[in-house]
């Protein structure tokens, strides 16, 4: 049974930093895309980041560019999101995907459940 669980959310002030996790189990992500996605209340899921098997390749919605990185250490089995410089905009339920191309969100095959992140102005 393929698991992705995300962690590191939590409230911080406009101008903070947080670390998103995410750790899999029942998959090897290791040459698999992995994707990061938010949907804030009332609003469709939205792409944020993206990184190809290698980790070479990573790319990002422009309103996270410069502010957001992703990372991924294979020998974990894990991805992470480093999120600094956070604005209110940023608020949301922040999801982990794997298996999966592109930008949307339906082409992703595995998913996290989630992780609220709230950003105060």
């Known amino acids: 049974q393929v698991q992705l669980v995300e962690s590191g959310g939590g409230s911080v002030q406009a101008g903070g930093s947080l670390r998103l996790s995410c750790e899999a189990s029942?998959?090897?992500?290791?040459?698999?895309?992995v994707a990061w996605f938010r949907q804030a209340p009332g609003k469709e899921r939205e792409y944020v980041a993206r990184?190809?098997?290698?980790?070479?390749?990573?790319y990002y919605v422009d309103s996270v560019k410069g502010r957001f990185t992703i990372s991924r250490d294979n020998a974990k089995n894990a991805v992470y999101l480093q999120m600094n410089s956070l604005k209110p905009e940023d608020t949301a339920v922040y999801y982990c995907?794997?298996?999966?191309?592109?930008?949307?969100?339906?082409?992703?095959?595995?998913w996290g459940r989630g992780t609220q992140v709230t950003v105060s102005s």
């Open positions: 029942g998959l090897t992500l290791s040459g698999e895309y």
């Open positions: 995907a794997a298996v999966g191309f592109g930008v949307v969100w339906t082409t992703y095959k595995y």
């Open positions: 990184a190809s098997g290698s980790g070479l390749n990573k």
